[in-house]
């Protein structure tokens, strides 16, 4: 059973609030390990500094020596004392801190604000609070902010919780028992389960990698091996370190949450589909086609186009001939992707996507009725299936113009009923990626067979990808899972 361990430097600290079996002061958590038996220990350090080599900062650094899951990590600390780490990527600073200012507030230049477990009661500061909270993991935090000609962070600085006046106590209060609820939410009878695994989805995504049915198989099939499989989302990147594994749901890519998951899980020590370094191959097409063009696999003909580079436009339709694809380099679902029949289509498609990237991908045009879509898991094929394109369109996803999009059909079938050109050159690609779950898709052309893309995080949708090998589909997946948490149970390196 898990037990949840609040940490603070003096009792008279905790004063404020119900005297609780949680609390302990930072001598008694240093003198001795709690609850040895226990598989696992939440540590939530309110030490009133974390100064290096400070109390603090060792009840921090002994938590982990000790196997326990703490908050603020010592990785933390030490970020937090870089001021080279402060220059967050937050979208919109600027506008944001305008809006949030009052009207009479225009010559401020200026000012701070506290945030508790990623909460402020700001509402137009909230999701700013959110993204330095999953930065810099700690239970207050102090942001310093600075105007010359535009917003920026000044500073992000630990707080602590003897510094707070009564209103702010207050909302201390509210964000850590929201907070503890949900990294503890549920009684340890979890355990009954060997492992537990987080699965990172959206439920509001449009076109999602799984769909419900499909979710939930997952789910199934985890229980049947001993293993819970929890769904996740955004919000939960604190309760990360709960688990023993990640498994990502959601449609992937570098500038989103699903990277920062993957990396930290990947750094928790944690088993990962689809790890970091998957997601960083495959969700750039740029990157994925040098990738297949270094280990010589067959691609169709393509060049990479530079933005303002009118002669390497010019010259593209002798190269390449028409019907030309243009594509960005991370689309999705045959988004972000053009076919251009002429030179006028040629540059204002390039122009199009040149607002939005500053390399784009040109391929020749193969026409298939169907495309190939080689399911690999851990080096070895799982699924096939055939994608067929979109009926009166040249892809299998049409989007419509009012934001819908229809697809093609399918067929699904036995590994060994796919062309065995196919499936060994599924594998080929695959094998410089890595070991994790991916979707090869591929087109045949006569005796011809090229590599599309590789997707690390492929469909796998109740009643398409599962047509032929129902729930083992998903029990086959899990077992994976289950076979790489018992060789990091047993210190086993692959």
């Known amino acids: 059973m898990s037990r949840l361990v609040i940490v603070v ?17 930072a001598t008694d958590y240093l003198r001795e390990p709690l609850h040895k038996d226990e598989e696992r220990v939440q540590v939530i350090n309110l030490c ?8 603090g900062y060792y009840v921090s650094l002994l938590a982990e020596a000790r196997g326990h899951k703490v908050i603020p990590s010592v990785r933390t600390i030490n970020d937090l004392r870089r001021r080279s780490l402060y220059g967050l990527d937050i979208d919109d600073l600027n506008q944001k801190l305008i809006r949030f200012l009052p009207e009479g507030a225009r010559d401020t230049t200026d000012f701070g604000l506290l945030v508790y477990f990623g909460e402020t009661s700001y509402a137009p500061l909230q999701d700013l609070a959110r993204q330095v909270f999953e930065s810099f993991p700690c239970p207050i935090l102090r942001l310093e902010f600075e105007r010359e000609k535009v917003w920026q962070i ?3 600085k630990p707080a602590g919780l003897h510094t707070l006046d009564d209103p702010q106590e207050d909302a201390f209060a509210d964000a850590l028992d929201k907070f503890s ?14 492992y537990d695994i987080a699965m990172l989805h959206d439920p509001n995504e449009a076109m999602p990698p799984s769909n419900k049915r499909a979710l939930k198989s997952f789910i ?25 594994g990640l498994f990502i749901r959601e449609t992937t890519a570098l500038d989103s949450h699903t990277y920062r998951f993957a990396n930290k899980a990947e750094k928790e020590g944690m088993v990962v589909i689809d790890d970091p370094a998957s997601i960083l191959r495959c969700t750039n097409k740029i990157y994925l086609h040098d990738l297949l063009r270094s280990r010589k696999l067959p691609t169709p003909r393509s060049e ?7 002669r390497q436009l010019a010259e593209l339709p002798d190269m390449l001939g028409f019907p030309i694809v243009l594509k960005i380099p991370d689309g999705s679902f045959s988004r972000g992707i053009v076919k251009v029949e002429n030179v006028e289509e040629l540059k204002k498609g390039a122009d199009e996507l040149f607002q939005h990237t500053a390399l784009v991908i040109a391929q020749e045009f193969l026409y298939t009725e169907y495309d190939w879509r080689i399911g690999v898991l851990n080096k070895e094929p799982l699924y096939a299936c055939q994608y067929f394109m979109s009926r009166g369109h040249w892809q299998i996803y049409n989007h419509g113009a009012r934001g819908t999009a229809k697809s093609g059909g399918f067929k ?5 009923e796919a062309p065995g050109d196919v499936v060994r050159l599924a594998l080929r690609a695959t094998a410089p990626i890595g070991d994790g779950l ?19 995080n492929p469909s796998i949708d109740a009643g398409v990808e599962d047509e032929y090998l129902g729930e083992d589909l998903y029990r086959r997946i899990m077992e994976e899972f289950l076979r790489r948490l018992e060789r990091k149970r047993l210190g086993i390196v692959d």
């Open 9 to 25: 430097e003096k009792a008279s600290d905790w004063g404020s609030y119900y005297p609780s079996d949680n609390v302990v002061t």
């Open 48 to 55: 009133r500094s974390y100064k290096y080599l400070g109390t």
């Open 154 to 156: 000044a500073a992000v």
């Open 181 to 194: 609820k949900k990294l503890w939410r549920k009684p340890r009878a979890r355990r009954k389960y060997r």
């Open 220 to 244: 199934e099939a985890g229980k049947d091996l001993g293993i819970e499989v929890d769904p996740i989302t955004r919000n939960d990147y604190a309760r990360l370190a709960e688990y023993d």
């Open 304 to 310: 990479i186009l530079f933005r303002d580079n009118a």
């Open 412 to 416: 699904t079938m036995p590994v060994r």
């Open 438 to 456: 991916y979707g090869v898709d591929l087109k045949q052309v006569g005796n011809r067979v090229v590599v599309i893309e590789v997707n690390d």
